[in-house]
């Protein structure tokens, strides 16, 4: 069963430092999504992107974050400069054209677990 | 603002028992999903609700969604030690372009042999 793939799955930095955070949507997906889950908190939307462009961002996703689909496959997260409180759980997520075949879910990858110390 | 709440947020239980997780959202939405986390893991999808009155079960865990009182439910019926785990659901706008999920803060659901 195809599934949505992400790497690293543990990335330690340093503050300050630039990380990029990768995924692999399933193949026939058109809408990508990240989200990020703080050590036990609940899951907070990131940014969704569809036809090569951000479609909709949050409060969180300031100039610090930049996303690219640099080819056909990959689809990653960039942070500038990493914070600490940046440190958090990264789930990169995706779906085929909303409402087709009654398709809504959003299939998550198993994450990244940023730490900055 | 969409929010979306769930109680209770701990949650004990025997074996055998059972129990019901609500969940309420503050604005006008068709769609709610609920999904499962293992410590450490990934989201699992279990349930999507795309109607009023929709009912979903599999195996112990039945969803339903009432949409003109804003509540979700997940049932849980006779409760096993494998369903310990932490239950989210979530949200997206109707009508909003990039179907994006807005979640619950989540339900820890500890079952006890």
């Known amino acids: 069963e195809p599934e949505v793939t992400q790497t690293p799955s543990h990335q330690v930095t340093q503050m300050g430092q630039e990380v990029i955070l990768r995924c692999v949507p399933i193949?026939?997906?058109?809408?990508f999504y990240w989200y990020r889950q703080i050590l036990g908190q609940k899951v907070e939307f990131l940014v969704s992107f569809y036809n090569n462009e951000i479609s909709e961002k949050s409060e969180i996703f300031d100039d610090q974050f930049s996303v690219e689909r640099p080819d056909g496959s990959n689809f990653t997260l960039k942070i500038r400069s990493t914070k600490l409180e940046d440190s958090a759980m990264y789930f990169c997520?995706?779906?085929?054209?909303?409402?087709?075949?009654?398709?809504?879910?959003?299939?998550f990858g198993p994450g990244t677990r940023l730490t900055v110390t | 603002e969409l929010k979306v709440e769930q109680n209770p947020l701990f949650l004990s239980m025997q074996e055998g028992k059972n129990y019901t997780i609500y969940c309420n959202y503050s604005?006008?939405?068709?769609?709610l999903y609920w999904y499962r986390q293992d410590p450490g893991k990934s989201l699992e999808s279990l349930f999507v609700?795309?109607?009023?009155?929709a009912v979903k079960q599999e195996g112990r865990l039945m969803a339903s969604l009432d949409t003109k009182a804003r509540l979700s439910t997940l049932h849980i019926t006779a409760a096993v030690h494998d369903l310990s785990a932490t239950y989210f659901c979530a949200v997206d706008l109707s009508g909003a372009g990039s179907y994006q999920l807005t979640f619950g803060k989540g339900t820890k659901l500890s079952v006890i042999p």
């Open positions: 997520a995706s779906i085929p054209m909303p409402g087709v075949f009654f398709i809504f879910e959003q299939y």
């Open positions: 609700l795309l109607s009023n009155g």
């Open positions: 193949s026939n997906h058109l809408y």
């Open positions: 604005t006008t939405s068709d769609r």
